[in-house]
């Protein structure tokens, strides 16, 4: 019987995994076919390295795809960074200090992040263009660290609350400043909850298109999202294989960094880190 | 090390709440001082205050002459012991030793050969490499010990540091805490509930309740001389029998009656307290301790000669002696203290106590010898040793002593 059960419910695992990951082979598949071909209903599985070859160039370096992905990766790695300088050691305080307004000033900081961007864009872009910053990185980097910041506190505040605050007092009586105490003894037992907060907040950063159009303005300067978007509705007809090629291109960086990191967001989301 | 002084410590958090009051109390240098009381009587919080987690909102606290008030915890050079051992879980027992004096900017090889020397002393040689995660309650609660002794601090403070083990180890961790205090002679301050690790372990032990200090002495006069039911009540086990009594003169002097049983109060005992012959004709609460009572059916009792009657309701054989629940005639003493120490073991309990009130029944715990063959349903004579008698005041709940 428990083979059985185990049987079923690895089947039901792989059907789940194939739904998740059949958009993105397909997506794989496409990006290698000639323009004529992405009609075919089923794809046909046999490739020519070639065409391949051909695409992924056109992205590359017709279409000078790497500025992109060099932009994108800068703006959301400096942002996510400044995103955790800051977080952390807000998450600590509002987790261990009782100061006044401390439990409103959390619950408020929390609901900045349920304002849709799309509410608040207009607004942070006339704020950019008055500090002189549109169509520059800072610009895009400033505002995506404020969005950042909300889930890294509170994803923080709950990492924090899991370690026993006796941990803090022996690290005291051990002798160790308030500051120390954080930064030697907490930040390695708080280092899934880091990874966690930083891999939401990059996703969100890393597929943000709306303040980047606004912002924005030169192609050299330009994130993935935007330049995506550009590359396919400027030109007519569509040509999807290199739609795909993109597609694919985007999704690498993201998905490299979360294999790196699977490791911390599985014992991170499923809590319980210190023990 | 150092001595600790409390002088007029009070704590008030910021809602209001009062945790300690007027708490003036000198723990000399060297010296194994227990704080028992029941949870929430400011024990910990006392405790916390002399680490520096807590601030303290009255009076001074100083360590070997010097005021703290105001120092950080981590400039008062004192090591704590908590309850749930507060252990670095990543890092291994190593580290977590010689953490303290890592920080310190301790030379390598000294930090090497003192935490050798510690594992030695907590036989934690061979675990020197885990993590806190593999080692047993028992082990963590060593490492823990570890990392306060490598330290060499002005004192010890412990936070029920036993609670978290299972009885047997707790038995054996009590003794080995003794051992390692007297052989490091440091100034020890121990936070417990339990009233057996008190008595067994301190030089002298503060009871406290309610925030307020009650008694402090050694073990042993602080259960032959309870200032007040309170500590009457909570130190021992079984607890101490409280009746109500009253006093009256006699042509052969004082004798309190007890229901219908008459017990002489010996002459000696009446000279020394005063107080009694002033309450002839009153009510007091009469207290004795269940070793001081006996089968008065066994052949050598050489207790006094007060008898009490009463029924059996059942008997516990421990197997050096007999626990005996005899049923008296007589009021029991419930004081709202009584009520609250039952009521923090046991809700029914203190129900029972209250429902008992309005009768004319207590149970007495007694020890006899366990050649004693009582059985339940029995009516039998109970021997009183009478000069041990305990007396407090039904209005103050102090004891009687002068």
């Not at chain 1, 056109?58 to 790695?77: D, P, R």
């Not at chain 2, 194994?32 to 001074?60: D, H, Q, Y």
């Not at chain 2, 004096?101 to 020397?117: F, Q």
Request: proline fraction near 5%.
């Amino acid at each position: 019987m428990r083979i059985v059960g185990r049987i079923i419910s690895y089947a039901v695992l792989v059907l789940i995994g194939l739904i998740g990951i059949a958009p993105f082979l397909y997506l794989l598949v496409l990006s290698s076919k000639a323009r004529i071909d992405v009609l075919e209903v089923p794809p046909s599985l046999d490739f020519n390295w070639a065409q391949i070859k051909e695409n992924y160039d056109v992205v590359i370096n017709e279409k000078h795809y790497l500025t992109f992905v060099k932009n994108s990766i800068i703006i959301t790695g400096v942002s996510t960074v400044f995103a955790l300088v800051l977080g952390v050691p807000a998450g600590y305080a509002f987790s261990r200090l009782r100061f006044r307004g401390s439990e409103t000033w959390a619950s408020t900081i929390l609901s900045f992040r349920f304002m849709p961007p799309v509410a608040v864009a207009i607004p942070i872009f006339l704020l950019i263009q008055h500090l002189g910053l549109t169509n520059s990185h800072l610009g895009l980097i400033l505002p995506y660290i404020a969005f950042s910041l909300p889930l890294v506190i509170w994803i923080m505040i709950g990492f924090f609350d899991e370690i026993p605050i006796e941990i803090d007092e022996a690290a005291m009586m051990d002798g160790l400043t308030r500051p120390q105490v954080l930064f030697k003894v907490l930040l390695p037992l708080a280092r899934p909850g880091m990874v966690v907060s930083a891999t939401f907040g990059l996703i969100f950063i890393w597929n943000e298109f709306l303040l980047g159009l606004y912002v924005i303005n030169s192609s050299e300067k330009e994130t993935i999202p935007i330049a995506a978007a550009s590359l396919l509705t400027v030109e007519s007809p569509i040509d999807w294989n290199i739609a795909a090629a993109v597609g694919v291109l985007t999704v690498i960086p993201i998905l490299f960094f979360t294999i790196v990191v699977q490791r911390y967001i599985v014992r991170g989301l499923t809590a319980g880190a210190v023990r | 090390m150092a001595s600790v002084s409390f002088d007029g410590v009070g704590k008030v958090y910021r809602d209001g709440t009062r945790a300690v009051r007027d708490f003036s109390l000198e723990v000399a240098d060297g010296e194994f001082m227990v704080f028992v009381g029941p949870s929430g009587c400011g024990k910990t919080t006392a405790l916390r205050m002399l680490a520096g987690l807590e601030a303290i909102t009255e009076g001074k606290i100083r360590i070997g002459g010097d005021v703290v008030n105001d120092l950080h915890p981590r400039r008062r050079d004192i090591a704590m012991v908590f309850q749930n051992y507060a252990l670095y879980p990543h890092m291994s027992v190593y580290r977590n030793i010689a953490f303290a004096l890592k920080v310190r900017k301790t030379p390598p090889d000294e930090i090497r050969r003192r935490v050798d020397d510690a594992a030695r002393i907590l036989g934690l040689t061979d675990q020197l490499e885990k993590k806190p995660g593999q080692l047993s309650g028992g082990q963590r609660q060593r490492v823990a010990m570890g990392r306060a002794i490598v330290r060499a601090p002005q004192a010890f403070l412990m936070d029920e540091p036993l609670s978290n083990l299972d009885a047997k180890l707790r038995v054996q961790m009590r003794g080995e805490i003794g051992r390692i205090q007297r052989e490091l002679g440091t100034t020890t301050i121990y936070v417990t509930h339990d009233q057996v690790e008190a008595m067994t372990m301190g030089t002298r032990v503060a009871v406290l309740r309610k925030g307020e200090l009650q008694q402090v002495e050694q073990p042993q006069r602080l259960y032959d001389n309870p200032v007040n039911l309170f500590v009457a009540s909570f130190i021992g086990s079984p607890e101490m029998n409280l009746l109500e009594a009253a006093i009256e003169r006699t042509e052969s002097g004082l004798t309190c009656r007890v229901g219908d049983s008459v017990l002489p109060i010996p002459a000696e005992t009446a000279a020394a307290r005063p107080g009694l012959s002033r309450r002839v004709g009153a009510s007091v609460a009469l207290g004795v301790r269940s070793e001081h009572l006996q089968d008065a059916g066994l052949r050598e009792v050489r207790l006094g000669s007060g008898r009490l009657r009463g029924t059996v309701v059942a008997t516990e054989p421990l197997g050096s002696d007999l626990l005996a629940y005899i049923e008296v005639g007589a009021a029991p003493v419930v004081t709202e203290e009584l009520l609250e120490v039952a009521g923090d073991a046991d809700r029914a309990l203190a129900d029972k106590l209250r429902a008992e009130a309005g009768e004319r029944r207590t149970i007495v715990v007694a020890r006899f010898a366990i050649d004693s063959r009582t059985r339940p349903g029995e009516t039998i004579e109970v021997a009183v040793e009478t000069s041990k008698l305990h007396f407090f005041d039904l209005e103050t709940e102090a004891a009687i002593v002068d």
